[in-house]
C-alpha cells in the first residue's frame, strides 16, 4: 500500500525517534509499504518519520545512482547509530520527498561508520562512503528530527522560507501522495 508522504511543517519530522524491537506491530507489512512508497515516489531513500511514525527505521535503494562500489545497495536499517564520520566533506544536491521541488547542496562527510539492525533484527557495524553514505545520513537525519535543509547556511535557510511554508501550507503540486500539517 503507498503511504501518504508527511510534509515539511509536521511535528513528527522533528522528533528524535524511538528505537523498536522485533515485537513491534506489523513491521514487515510497514517495510513492504514502505518500499512500495518510495519507489511510488520516485526516491532512494525513505524514513519513517516520513510516513508519520517516529520509530528508528528507514530504507535506502541507491541503484538509481549506479553506484559501482555499492550497485545493489537496497537495505533495511533499524535502529540505526552512527558510530564514526571521517573524511573530507564534500557537497552534493540533495532533496527530499517531505521538501519537494527544493534541492541544494549539502555538504557531508564521506566516510560513514554506522550499527544496525535488518528486518530480522541482526545486528551489524559497516562501514560506507561516497553516495551511499551520502543516503543513509540523510535518512538517519530523519529519525533523529534533522532534516537536509538545517544544514544550509542560514541566508540559504532565509532564502527558502517562503517555499517551505507554502510547503507546509500544501501550496505544492507532486506526483505522489502527501499528507500536509494543515490538514491535520
Not at 511535528?11 to 524511538?18: A, G, Q
Not at 553506484?67 to 573530507?88: A, H, R, S
Request: charged share 25%; aromatic share 10%; hydrophobic share 35%.
Amino acid at each position: 500500500m503507498i503511504l501518504p508522504i508527511v510534509a515539511y511543517g509536521d511535528p513528527v519530522l522533528r522528533k528524535k525517534s524511538e528505537n523498536i524491537t522485533s515485537d513491534y506491530p506489523g513491521l514487515e507489512t510497514l517495510i513492504q509499504n514502505m518500499f512500495e512508497t518510495m519507489y511510488a515516489s520516485h526516491g532512494v531513500g525513505l524514513a519513517a518519520p516520513q510516513i508519520g511514525k517516529a520509530i528508528n527505521l528507514f530504507l535506502v535503494d541507491t541503484h538509481p545512482f549506479e553506484d559501482e562500489k555499492y550497485p545493489n545497495l537496497k537495505k533495511v536499517f533499524i535502529n540505526t547509530e552512527i558510530l564514526q564520520e571521517t573524511g573530507n566533506e564534500w557537497e552534493y544536491e540533495e532533496g527530499c520527498l517531505s521538501i519537494p521541488h527544493i534541492r541544494e547542496n549539502v555538504s557531508r562527510q564521506a566516510t560513514l561508520t554506522i550499527r544496525y539492525q535488518n528486518e530480522k533484527f541482526e545486528t551489524f557495524t559497516e562501514t560506507y562512503d561516497g553516495i551511499a553514505a551520502r543516503v543513509i545520513q540523510h535518512e538517519y537525519d530523519h529519525c533523529m528530527g534533522v532534516l537536509f535543509v538545517d544544514h544550509l547556511s542560514e541566508l540559504k535557510k532565509r532564502m527558502l522560507k517562503n517555499k517551505l511554508t507554502k510547503i507546509s501550507k500544501g501550496e505544492v503540486d507532486v506526483a505522489y501522495r502527501m499528507r500536509f500539517p494543515a490538514a491535520r
